[in-house]
């Protein structure tokens, strides 16, 4: 299999959101596909909601350490991550268009050529203007 033409990954995905001294946890086990091009990785996979649709996420790796999570969908974002940043990019809804900004704490790639597997861990602040959403924990393990 080649990794440039797209190969498919067993995907394990963890969450912890603390919004409001409330903490949630979600965790997802998926299958998806891995692609590399030109050193970029891509990672994509399907959310499941809890009303059963299916979100397309694709995980973006650059050779830099950047991160970009893009959900597609009736909701469309385009988060960005780089260590010790703050990023404001867009946040597409039904009731309209927001601003939000990721404050990144925490930014952690590790990669294996055989099997070609890894480990993303993302810490990041969440802000919608000025006003702080929460606190995000994200660790994605996927395995081909």
């Given at each position: ?7 498919p ?48 996420v694709?995980m973006?790796?650059?050779?830099d350490s ?43 790639v590790s990669?294996?050529?055989?099997p ?29």
């Amino acid at each position: 299999m080649n990794i440039n033409e797209g190969i498919p990954a067993k995907i394990n995905l963890q969450t912890r959101v603390t919004q409001h001294n409330e903490t949630e946890d979600f965790v997802f086990d998926v299958y998806g596909q891995i692609v590399k091009i030109n050193g970029t990785i891509y990672i994509r996979y399907k959310e499941v909601q809890p009303d059963g649709q299916e979100v397309p996420v694709t995980m973006k790796i650059t050779p830099d350490s950047q991160i970009q999570l893009i959900r597609s969908g009736e909701m469309r974002m385009r988060m960005k991550f780089a260590y010790l940043k703050k990023i404001e990019t867009s946040y597409k809804t039904p009731y309209g268009m927001f601003m939000i900004t990721t404050n990144t704490t925490n930014l952690h790639v590790s990669l294996r050529d055989r099997p070609f597997s890894g480990v993303v861990t993302l810490d990041y602040e969440l802000y919608m203007g000025q006003e702080k959403v929460g606190d995000y924990h994200l660790e994605l393990k996927f395995t081909t």
